[in-house]
């Protein structure tokens, strides 16, 4: 019996920044609150408020309108709900300066 070699796919794969940020302006660890803003040249398309207390999110605007942007409304919020869990679990009140001790 004969055993075949797999074929090995080759190719590389390009990561391109596209301009759009997530951030934190508001974590409130007292109240259990983080605010998260999705932006791209500086225009906010998405704003999150997470409250952790009473387990409510409020969603305000759309990110249709972000160019080439593969993630949709509830991707973001997803993501924006985890890292506010993350930053009030873990006493963090100003996510950007924890972020940039990994630099």
Avoid at 6 to 19: D, H, R, S, V, W
Wanted: overall charge positive; aromatic content about 10%.
């Amino acid at each position: 019996m004969k055993h075949k070699k797999a074929k090995l796919n080759e190719g590389y794969t390009i990561f391109k920044p596209i301009g759009v940020k997530v951030e934190y302006p508001i974590v409130d660890l007292e109240k259990k609150q983080v605010t998260g803003t999705v932006s791209s040249h500086d225009k906010i398309y998405l704003t999150v408020l997470v409250d952790l207390k009473a387990n409510r999110v409020h969603v305000k605007g759309n990110v249709e309108g972000l160019e080439n942007n593969t993630m949709d409304n509830n991707a973001y919020t997803s993501m924006i709900k985890a890292e506010a869990r993350f930053f009030v679990e873990n006493h963090i009140s100003n996510p950007k300066e924890y972020y940039n001790q990994f630099k």
